[in-house]
């Protein structure tokens, strides 16, 4: 694990993949927030896990499976209510595909 | 009469013996609301409406000898990020402001048909994210014991409301330690289940793999009651537990204190605790010692490490549930953007609070390419071998007793500028998430400035019944759980 410092251009990168748009403001505020608590996760460098398998779930039940039958779900009126954004039956969103 | 004193099964036969009504019941409770609540801001919508509707269903039912349900008449608070169908969910973020959920989450409706009445929806750090309710997009919940504290959190408006007296019960959610904090310095009592006992279905995912529903409560009596109706599985909750469940209620003398083996764990217990805090918890193990059970001392040796597992994975769970909060759905939307990046940047952008933000992005950094292994699989290891020590411990002692946070309530304020010291005061809770056991918090005692402190018990998996006794027969030689701060 690195304690390699977090830049702005790192930031701007992750902030980019988790679809966030950051004011300059929030990143000189957030920078060293986000250096100091990764900096914090050296702690863990120390531990040896050679022999650890990873844990994903704590209870160990094995990966449930349902009867492939159609239930219940949200007519398509009602699946379309909470927005306004809606045209013919289907949501709005902008253009997705350069023209 | 002040009915907000009673326990449940109390309010259930006030209604079969006809001396009150639903209604009478539903109406002091929102009269004391619109009074308190006031200062406190427990609430972040009051549901007048429907508390009112509910309790004449139920006069009616009674006028009409038909049978009632289990919780007939209790009032209960339900944090922010449980869906209630037709009445607003925010999970205090201005994200979901105006947020009509088209169902509800499964435990809400579980209590609902047994006639339980919702009161209001509390208020949260935004999706639960933070120890404080400072998070919220919409306002800081104060502690009753003192208005100029933090009622902790993440799920203090609930326990700001159990411990002012708004509600009999309220439903909160704990995933690094959501419930048992707030309910420690509340001075209310609190249960974390075993990961899997309640349904997750209708309650905004924060983290998968940790996030525990569960319910606060002055009394365990009261816990126990509760948790019958909502444990157990949904098909809607593919990790809901199969198990059958106990009947809670008639097992909260079963657990016979004489000659059991409390665990007290010395990395829980150094100088990082406050000393009055240490003091108070000890004294309650004193108490449980006076009736014949066996203090032993005991290691958790990986204590240490579980700060760091805790905000590696759970971020790392966050910035993936956090993904559907693209603006089109549902909540709130912006103007359109240049193109559908641009649009998602923008609305994440104007309306996630500071410390949504934040959690995404050290989640996002912790699974981006190169940090991967580093980090999430590093930290997932880590929480084996956390859970490991816990069960070789609970197979040693029956229990294990430990503080719930290393201080009394803090100032509002004192700790917003520092993320990372916000995050280490949630030292004490954190691990018990990571191994996913069960842990019940209850009130042990006031400190020099009238503050509440709380200690918890942790049972090993499903153990919810045993700890429940423990901490029943504890509140029946105390009378922590019954004090109530002067509003």
């Not at chain 2, 803090?410 to 842990?439: F, H, Q, R």
């Not at chain 2, 006794?469 to 922590?480: L, V």
């Amino acid at each position: 694990m690195s304690s390699s410092k977090i830049t702005l251009e790192t930031l701007d990168h992750i902030a980019k993949l988790a679809r966030i748009k950051l004011s300059d403001h929030e990143k000189e505020v957030f920078l060293p927030q986000l250096e100091s608590v990764i900096e914090y996760f050296d702690v863990l460098n120390s531990v040896n896990t050679d022999n650890v398998s990873p844990t994903f779930r704590v209870i160990e039940e094995s990966n449930p499976l349902r009867e492939d039958v159609i239930g219940e779900s949200f007519s398509q009126k009602l699946a379309l209510s909470s927005t306004k954004n809606t045209q013919d039956g289907y949501f709005v969103v902008t253009n997705t595909i350069k023209k | 009469m002040d009915y907000s004193t009673l326990s449940i099964p109390q309010i259930r036969q006030l209604l079969l013996d006809k001396k009150a009504t639903a209604t009478e019941i539903t109406q002091f409770f929102l009269d004391k609301i619109k009074l308190i609540d006031p200062q406190i801001k427990a609430f972040i919508t009051i549901t007048e409406k429907e508390a009112l509707e509910k309790a004449a269903e139920i006069d009616k039912k009674i006028a009409n000898n038909e049978t009632i349900g289990k919780l007939a008449g209790s009032i209960m608070a339900v944090k922010d990020i449980f869906l209630t169908k037709d009445i607003e969910t925010t999970a205090s973020s201005q994200v979901l402001k105006g947020y009509i959920p088209q169902y509800s989450s499964t435990v809400y409706q579980k209590l609902l048909d047994q006639d339980a009445i919702i009161i209001g929806k509390t208020n949260t750090d935004p999706f639960a994210f933070g120890g404080s309710t400072e998070n919220s997009g919409f306002f800081t919940t104060k502690n009753p014991w003192n208005l100029d504290m933090i009622p902790g959190g993440s799920s203090g408006g609930s326990a700001a409301a159990t411990a002012a007296n708004l509600c009999h019960f309220a439903l909160g959610t704990d995933t690094g330690g959501s419930i048992r904090q707030p309910a420690s310095l509340c001075g209310v009592s609190g249960l974390k289940p075993t990961y899997g006992l309640n349904s997750r279905f209708g309650i905004t995912a924060m983290a998968s793999s940790f996030d525990c529903p569960g319910v606060f409560a002055r009394s365990v009596d009261d816990i126990a009651t509760v948790t019958q109706i909502t444990a157990g599985h949904d098909k809607n909750d593919a990790t809901s537990t199969h198990q059958t469940i106990p009947d809670y209620s008639s097992l909260l003398d079963s657990v016979n204190l004489k000659g059991l083996k409390i665990g007290l764990p010395k990395e829980y217990f150094t100088q990082a605790i406050n000393p009055e805090v240490k003091a108070k918890v000890l004294e309650a193990a004193k108490v449980l010692e006076s009736k014949g059970a066996i203090l032993k001392e005991v290691s958790l040796p990986s204590t240490n490490l579980g700060l760091a597992v805790y905000y590696i994975l759970v971020p790392s769970e966050i910035s993936a549930n956090m993904s559907r909060y693209e603006g089109i759905r549902f909540g709130q939307t912006a103007p359109d953007g240049s193109n559908i990046i641009s649009y998602y940047m923008n609305v994440r952008g104007q309306f996630m609070e500071p410390e949504v933000k934040r959690r995404i992005i050290i989640g996002t950094y912790a699974l981006s390419s190169g940090y991967y292994d580093a980090y999430y699989t590093k930290a997932a290891k880590v929480r084996t071998l956390i859970k490991q020590e816990f069960e070789s411990v609970l197979a040693d002692v029956d229990v294990i007793l430990a503080p719930v946070s290393p201080t009394s309530a803090w100032k509002i304020g004192e700790k917003c500028s520092n993320p990372l010291e916000m995050y280490l005061a949630d030292a004490y809770t954190v691990c018990i998430n990571v191994a996913g056991v069960p842990s019940l918090a209850l009130p042990c005692g006031f400190n020099s400035n009238n503050l509440p402190i709380g200690f918890q018990l942790i049972g090993n998996f499903f153990e919810e019944s045993k700890i429940m006794s423990i901490g029943h027969q504890y509140q029946q030689i105390t009378d922590y759980h019954l004090q109530t701060p002067k509003i």
